[in-house]
């Protein structure tokens, strides 16, 4: 086994040798390059012109289709075309611009609902949440747009008998601005008097023909059918306490009473209300159905059994 070994190393290296040699003659004398080396390399050969009738080979990448590994797919540029619907990916959807449609009802998120502005309509009866009411009350409900104090039961009805004193039997009374005492005129039920009201709020239409529209800004807007002079007594609470408003309402008062006159107002009027219509302060003092800030007092122009009130 040692000599067959040694025999096949012998027959390796004697053909290393010939190798050898045939490379060294090849290159020559000093390594230069023999005739074997002068011959071009195939892979430097110059590739033949195509012929023009031999259509061009497509490349490898034309034909075969690459995915998309891209991080982000981007939207083409430009609207979408009528047929492709997009899913909305924005981070805030916004409503569009513009009054909805009729048949689109959208709800109201709006962190504050607000009232809209001025009265009410007839068919609308909202709470009254404001800090002082002034106006228009019909069956126990008030009215936040129009201003109103409600005099308590005790002082409408002493109100109320007294108007009905100072008219006298079939008289004629007028209550301006003073709702509660003309509910009250009406609880009694009687019929030897007939009574009026003149109120801006217009849910007191619901009386009919005693309801007479009255807005103090245009004292003397009344109907045809009221005439000069044609009341007994006038019972007046003007809706707010300034100068201004009591004028007007003087106004109303001079034209509607044939003198007798009772006024419902603040104390800090006493002076205009004596100038305006000449009456004095009487003992007798209106109670409300609220805590008021200013204090409310009764006048009258004539012998009144309220200056007796104590």
């Not at 020559?28 to 080396?37: E, I, K, M, N």
């Not at 009350?137 to 002082?155: I, P």
């Not at 201004?244 to 104390?267: D, N």
């Not at 000449?278 to 122009?301: D, Q």
Request: glycine share 6%; proline share 10%.
């Amino acid at each position: 086994e040692d000599s067959t070994d040694r025999r096949r190393k012998d027959r390796q290296l004697a053909r290393r040798r010939e190798g050898v040699r045939a490379i060294a003659d090849e290159s020559g004398p000093g390594g230069a390059a023999g005739p074997a080396a002068q011959r071009p390399h195939p892979a430097r050969a110059p590739r033949p012109e195509p012929s023009e009738a031999a259509a061009p080979r497509p490349s490898a990448r034309v034909l075969r289709a690459l995915p998309d590994r891209s991080p982000v797919r981007r939207r083409p540029r430009g609207p979408a075309p009528a047929s492709c619907t997009l899913p909305d990916r924005s981070p805030v959807r916004q409503r569009p611009r513009g009054p909805a449609p009729a048949s689109c009802t959208l709800p109201d998120r709006s962190p504050v609902r607000r009232r809209p502005r001025g009265p009410a309509p007839a068919s609308c009866t909202l709470p009254d949440r404001s800090p002082v009411s002034r106006r228009g009350q019909v069956q126990g409900q008030f009215s936040k747009q129009l201003s109103q104090f409600w005099y308590s039961q005790e002082t409408a009805l002493q109100l109320a008998k007294e108007a009905i004193t100072a008219a006298g039997e079939g008289g004629r009374i007028a209550c301006v601005s003073a709702p509660s005492v003309y509910q009250k005129l009406r609880e009694l039920h009687r019929e030897d008097f007939s009574v009026y009201i003149f109120e801006y709020d217009k849910r007191f239409a619901i009386y009919g023909e005693e309801f007479i529209f009255y807005d103090y800004n245009n004292p003397l807007d009344l109907p045809e059918k009221i005439a000069a002079h044609s009341f007994d007594i006038v019972i007046a609470d003007p809706p707010y306490l300034s100068e201004e408003c009591l004028r007007k309402t003087s106004e109303t008062i001079k034209y509607l009473t044939q003198g007798k006159i009772l006024l419902c107002t603040g104390a800090v009027m006493q002076e205009e209300a004596a100038k305006l219509l000449g009456v004095k302060m009487c003992k007798f003092i209106p109670e409300h159905t609220r805590t008021l800030a200013n204090e409310f007092r009764c006048y009258v122009n004539y012998d009144s059994g309220l200056d007796h009130e104590i």
